[in-house]
C-alpha cells in the first residue's frame, strides 16, 4: 500500500445562485419550525418554476391544531392568514384550507392547513354570511341579549334585562284609567 506524501488540500464548493437560494430557503424553514409551538407535518423547499428560486412550504396537515399552527406562522411572520372553502361535486363544503403566503428575508413561505368550516370559523373568529337576504337580520328587529358563561364556576354573568313598554302602550292605560 502506498502512504501519500503530499499534503491534502480542501476544495470549497463555491455556492452558485441556486445553491444560495436553496441554503436560504431551508434556514428559513429550520428557523420558523423552530420558533413555532405547533409543529408541521411536512415541512419542504421546494424549487418554484413561476419565481425560478427555492421556496419553504410548511404543510400542517389537518384538523383544529393543524390550523393553529397556520395562525402560529402567521403571527410570526406578520403574514395574513387566507381561507378557500373547497367544495365537492355537488356543491356541498368538503373542508376549508386556511393559509398563508409571505415573502421572509426574501425568501417565499406558505404555510397551510385543511380544517372543518366550524374550526376554520373557530380559528378566524367569522361566521358564514347569510345565504340570502331574508335571512339577513334586519336593522328594525330587536332581539334580547344572551347571558355569557365562562368556563370558571364563578365567572357566570347575566346581564341585566329590563322590560321595556312602549310609550303609546303606556297612554292608552293612562287613558283606560289603568
Known sequence: MEQATDATTTTTTVLGPDR????????????????????PNAAEVHRSFALDTFEARLHFGAGLT???????????????????????????????????????????????????EADADQLLHTSPAPADADEA???????????????GPGDVVIPAVIPVTPLAAKASRKEAGE
Do not use: F
Open 137 to 151: 337580520e334586519s336593522d328594525t328587529e330587536v332581539t334580547q341579549p344572551l347571558p355569557t358563561v365562562s368556563t
Open 20 to 39: 444560495h437560494s436553496y441554503t436560504r430557503a431551508r434556514a428559513l424553514t429550520d428557523r420558523v419550525v423552530g420558533q413555532v409551538p405547533t409543529l
Open 66 to 116: 393543524a390550523g393553529r399552527g397556520v395562525l402560529e406562522t402567521a403571527a410570526l411572520t406578520d403574514a395574513e392568514v387566507t381561507r378557500e372553502d373547497k367544495h365537492d361535486d355537488r356543491g356541498q363544503l368538503s373542508g376549508v384550507w386556511i393559509g398563508l403566503r409571505t415573502v421572509v428575508d426574501g425568501v417565499p413561505l406558505s404555510a397551510w392547513a385543511l380544517t372543518s
